[in-house]
């Protein structure tokens, strides 16, 4: 069994969120997926915790690669809207996304089945129940509930994140983030008082 590690994202604002419904991930797969802005100071809590992960995943898997090259992690610097041409925009400093995903479907025991939705919360931790939004828009504020793990697939290898559930703290007013298009992962944060993660 792969080594997890709990974490719960500070509040921060989302790029995309596809909570509500799965969608088709860039490998073909129906996932539910999310990225998050965050502050900096955080990657380096959860690069931390990704070491640790990574030396964990070594010592039991002598197959596991030895070298950090060419290892996946679930973060990135944030950037400004891209251009009229397309182009990225620039670094935000301090800024950086964390994507997190669930496969919608999961093979147990030989068969595929439909795994369980992501965790959806309120402002108070009470549960949102399905049918109530109809979209979450970028620049929601909100915190995730994550598990990081190490992974080891063929040629891939690095620390992804698996969503757990998601605490929504204000809907954005519309969608005027523009975060970078779908950055593809191959595969202890803020806890205020005022319930949910």
Not at 166 to 188: C, H, R, S, W, Y
Request: net charge negative.
């Amino acid at each position: 069994m792969t080594a997890r590690q709990r974490i719960i994202t500070p509040v921060g604002r989302t790029a995309w969120c596809h909570v509500l419904n799965p969608r088709e991930s860039l490998g073909g797969k129906m996932v539910w997926d999310v990225a998050l802005e965050i502050d900096e100071q955080y990657i380096k809590q959860y690069s931390a915790i990704a070491r640790e992960l990574i030396e964990t995943a070594r010592s039991g898997d002598p197959n596991f690669p030895r070298a950090d090259n060419g290892f996946t992690y679930p973060w990135m610097e944030s950037r400004g809207p891209k251009d009229e041409a397309g182009n990225l925009g620039d670094i935000i400093p301090g800024k950086w996304l964390i994507k997190a995903k669930r496969n919608a479907v999961r093979t147990r025991g030989g068969t595929q089945e439909r795994n369980t939705a992501p965790i959806l919360q309120d402002g108070l931790g009470q549960p949102i129940k399905p049918g109530t939004l109809e979209s979450i828009p970028p620049s929601t504020e909100a915190r995730l509930m994550l598990d990081l793990f190490a992974y080891h697939q063929g040629v891939n290898a690095g620390v992804s994140a698996g969503l757990v559930g998601m605490q929504i703290k204000k809907l954005g007013a519309t969608d005027t983030f523009d975060p970078l298009e779908g950055f593809d992962a191959v595969e202890n944060g803020d806890n205020d008082d005022h319930g949910g993660f």
